[in-house]
């Protein structure tokens, strides 16, 4: 195929510039700061105590979540104040028996960055997400940012507060032993690896190590399936020592259900379905637990949607949501509409995103349809009372429907260049990937935001065929790292880790400058 053909002349929907992706240029191993700009100083200081990096080749927004993370210890910089008001008087300081339940830096504020995602919406053709980006350090200097946030949107964020609070209460009333950190707890990091910040994710993990062994926890209990990601699979490829077991909430609430022989009455009819996060069941294979919970709650009218499971279908985020905006609401009509054919009255998940999503997409389409997140729904029933019966030996499938990664040897340029060049070489262009990728779905099949036209635009950037460079970032970061398509490849390519690889190729090599 073409290069013409495959990335196609359309104009960019939102984030760079307009035109094509391909331009008559041809990089050489050498980067000029005249034609590439400086991507990564050296400094010293920063929230971790380690390197500290300046970025300047990659996108306001991403810069503006990246440094929150590293400094404040959320994306959108909203603070520790007010990160863990919800834990007050909930929880002891500090790990019981090397326990935590982990709060994570994405529950705590969803609230806040639902309702600047709203605003984004009444903003369209006025402002920008970039634009956006820059007037928040601005306002934090004035103090005026988290005072701005509570006051907009400090209800709202209550809906995720008491996700936390219920996800509590049911595991200390299944027994389980925990603490919190509180304002020590640190950040996972994973926005960092999300937007291919690879090198600053390594040196972050590192630091995290550090924090938790100086805290003494061995052990994590955690709501958010994203964290749960990053310290089981992401920790473990980037630190040879990484020893702290994490499990999901919904892993450790079906085991002790099951041990326990609990059954729980809702007290009341109500018809419901589950949405699948596509980092719970798809990338970690987690799916029975939760039909199983659903199974042990009297009064609830169950209908699973057509994609479910590890064939779930995406609710829009996976850092789109901040990145493009506009093509994430895209991304989540398709998916609220399938849920609300159910005829389902709530929708309940296990992820702070797909929560804010899906509340979103009901609301544009004015579906009358909540959302929530499924601990609610369990504490809700265990106030109602906890019938014991006859204990039960279940065994939980994990699901593997996804290629075995494939990592370079490191991170310098020269390596990340021979995997990307090796893994896409492999690439048939046969288009499975295609099928259901949800952002090309959104935009009629556009060739160059479908995952085969990310597969071949990475391989031309690392053969240093001529690309337009600002629109390398803007592909790239318009997928939703769903892993669809890693799960329908047939010559067994991991996509999604491959556009995360591809992203810092971009960043790191000055290919992607904005």
């Not at 700061?33 to 991507?39: A, F, G, T, Y």
């Not at 009218?301 to 850092?319: A, F, I, L, Q």
Request: glycine share 8%.
């Amino acid at each position: 195929m073409m290069a013409a053909e495959c990335l196609g002349k359309e104009p960019l929907i939102d984030t760079f510039d307009a035109g094509n992706i391909l331009m008559p240029m041809t990089f050489n191993n050498n980067i000029t700061k005249r034609n590439h700009p400086e991507i990564l100083v050296e400094s010293q200081g920063g929230r971790t105590g380690s390197r500290r990096w300046r970025l300047t080749a990659i996108p306001e927004i991403v810069k503006f979540a990246s440094e929150n993370t590293r400094e404040i210890g959320d994306v959108l910089g909203i603070g520790p104040e007010l990160r863990v008001r919800w834990a007050e008087g909930l929880l002891d300081k500090g790990p019981v028996e090397g326990t935590v339940f982990y709060a994570g830096e994405m529950y705590p504020v969803m609230g806040y960055a639902e309702g600047a995602f709203r605003l984004m919406k009444r903003l369209e053709g006025l402002m920008d997400v970039n634009s956006l980006a820059k007037v928040g350090p601005i306002m934090r200097k004035l103090g005026i940012y988290t005072i701005g946030a509570k006051t907009l949107w400090g209800r709202n964020n209550e809906r995720y507060e008491n996700a936390l609070r219920d996800a509590v209460y049911v595991l200390k009333n299944l027994g389980e032993r925990i603490g919190y950190l509180f304002e020590e707890e640190p950040p996972s990091g994973v926005a960092l690896h999300t937007y291919g910040l690879l090198r600053e994710f390594k040196e972050h993990a590192k630091w995290v190590q550090r924090r938790f062994r100086e805290l003494g926890v061995k052990r994590i209990i955690t709501l958010d399936p994203i964290v749960t990601t990053a310290f089981r699979l992401y920790y473990p490829e980037f630190l040879e020592d990484w020893d702290v077991e994490t499990m999901h909430f919904v892993e450790v609430v079906a085991k002790r259900m099951a041990e326990q022989g609990i059954k729980l009455k809702l007290g009341r009819r109500e018809k419901i379905t589950y949405h699948d996060p596509c980092y719970l069941a798809r990338i970690l294979g987690i799916v029975d637990e939760i039909r199983f919970i659903i199974s042990r709650i009297d009064g609830l009218d169950y209908s699973e949607p057509p994609r479910h499971g590890v064939n779930t279908g995406c609710s829009g985020d996976g850092g789109l949501e901040l990145t493009q905006p506009f093509l994430a609401r895209k991304v989540s009509l398709d998916r609220v509409k399938e849920l609300a054919r159910t005829g389902a009255e709530k929708v309940y998940t296990s992820c702070p995103a797909c929560i804010m999503m899906l509340r979103t997409g009901f609301d544009a389409l004015g579906y009358r349809i909540d959302v929530n997140d499924l601990a609610s729904l369990i504490a809700e029933a265990m106030r109602n009372g906890i019938t014991r019966e006859k204990s039960e030996e279940v065994e939980f499938r994990r699901y593997e429907t996804l290629p075995k990664s494939v990592k370079p040897r490191s991170l310098e340029l020269n390596d990340l260049a021979d995997m990307l060049l090796r893994e896409t070489d492999k690439c048939k262009k046969c288009a499975f990937c295609n099928v259901e990728c949800p952002t090309t779905k959104a935009l009629d099949r556009l060739e160059s935001r479908s995952a085969r036209g990310r597969m071949t635009l990475i391989n031309y950037l690392v053969r240093g065929d001529p690309v337009r460079p600002k629109a390398v970032l803007d592909r790239l970061y318009s997928c939703v790292l769903c892993a669809q398509c890693s799960q329908t490849c047939p010559v067994g390519l991991h996509v999604q880790e491959l556009i995360i690889y591809g992203r810092a190729y971009a960043i790191y090599s000055g290919k992607a400058g904005v």
